[in-house]
């Protein structure tokens, strides 16, 4: 195969799987724009309703935060507790989250310091339906797990896309040509001009969003292949083993099991078990750990106590390091408020970028027309 049937048969699978994904991407990068702030705006929108809490003394213990919001839910019995979060800032509210069968993700906050519950989602106003509409429509496209995995394979050939594009990029052959708009040329040549340019300075980052989004979405795959390509141990999924007539232990017992399993740590959330095989796990971070919650785990049986797996966030291998990565990658915060505002430019990129490329397609196929039907007249003349 000669380099110019190379690059033609790449140039028509850049345009091509553009046309054919460019839509589906679009409605990620602008959902995906839109909450790039949403924690701020959510926690504005919070604030405004409970008011910042002042520490006072010792918070309250796990359970007794907990059991500050079982009376809420005493007449719902399909009401299922599913996390605990205590905030790494002192001035936050913990959040204990239900899901019942209306509602799968119900946050109740609580002053962590007198045990007041402050307020909760059962009835969501307009902002918060909001964002978890688009959340939804952001990772699923409203369409439940159907939904999840076709938004990994858009998220896989995006990456496609985005590598064909750069071996495209006529940058390669002249650096400045590569950067440069000719604003005062033809509407053709300047459509041109921006998709080459928007799409080499996101070119990382797209990246890093659409890569990473498959990853996720189709975790059961990209997990053990990302540890075989870093040549890091997998890691067995921990099940507790169910005892006749036993219920689980009370959480205080566990709560310290899990603290002996690492010392130093501070517990920053709880996610409770939703079948009998699932094992209570609770997420720590180290002083020295990076982000907010940190990347320490225990897993626990929730029968017998026993300690199952430890993932300690400052003993990772590569793979850990990797997958843990994702999150920073996807959302933009490893590098503060400047990359996360220039998140929300790069979800306005496959829009810019579908319709440019929709534009030159267009030009194109009128040219092809055109001749057509110019070597037709000629031919019956």
């Not at 690059?7 to 724009?33: E, K, P």
């Not at 000719?182 to 300047?190: E, Q």
């Not at 990347?295 to 993932?311: A, E, I, P, T």
């Amino acid at each position: 195969m000669t380099s110019k049937t190379l690059r033609n048969f790449v140039f028509a699978l850049h345009r091509y799987l553009g046309l054919a994904i460019g839509l589906i991407a679009i409605v990620i990068g602008l959902t995906g724009s839109i909450l790039v702030f949403h924690t701020e705006i959510s926690d504005f929108q919070r604030h405004h309703k409970i008011g910042t809490i002042v520490p006072q003394g010792q918070l309250l213990s796990v359970e007794t935060i907990m059991n500050a919001v079982k009376p809420i839910y005493a007449n719902q019995p399909d009401a299922v507790l599913q996390a605990f979060y205590l905030s790494p800032k002192l001035n936050e509210p913990a959040n204990v989250v239900y899901a019942t069968k209306a509602n799968d993700w119900i946050e109740n906050y609580v002053n962590p310091y007198t045990g007041a519950v402050l307020s909760n989602t059962l009835n969501p106003d307009l902002v918060e339906s909001f964002f978890k509409q688009v959340y939804k429509l952001h990772y699923a496209l409203l369409a439940g797990d159907i939904g999840v995995k076709l938004v990994g394979i858009i998220g896989l050939l995006m990456c496609i896309l985005t590598i064909t594009g750069v071996v495209l990029w006529p940058g390669w052959r002249k650096l400045i040509s590569g950067f440069k708009i000719k604003w005062n040329a033809h509407p053709k040549r300047i459509n041109f001009d921006i998709h080459k340019v928007v799409g080499i300075v996101a070119v990382v980052f797209l990246l890093f969003t659409f890569f990473t989004g498959f990853c996720w979405n189709l975790y059961e795959f990209s997990e053990p292949m990302i540890r075989a390509i870093t040549f890091s141990p997998s890691k067995t999924e921990p099940v507790s083993q169910p005892i006749a007539l036993q219920s689980p232990l009370p959480l205080t017992k566990q709560l310290k099991t899990a603290q002996a399993a690492l010392p130093g740590a501070k517990l920053q959330t709880i996610y409770f078990p939703s079948k009998p095989e699932n094992t209570l796990s609770m997420r720590y971070k180290f002083p020295q750990e990076a982000g907010d919650y940190g990347n320490s785990y225990v897993y626990l049986d929730q029968y017998s106590g026993k300690v199952l797996r430890v993932d300690n966030g400052l003993e990772q291998s590569l793979g850990d390091r990797v997958l843990n990565s994702f999150g920073p990658l996807h959302y933009g915060t490893f590098g503060g408020l400047l990359t996360r505002i220039f998140y929300v430019f790069v979800g306005l990129t496959p829009t810019v970028l579908f319709v440019t490329g929709f534009v030159m397609y267009h030009y194109r196929h009128r040219i092809k027309m055109t001749a057509k039907d110019s070597i037709y007249t000629t031919s019956i003349r």
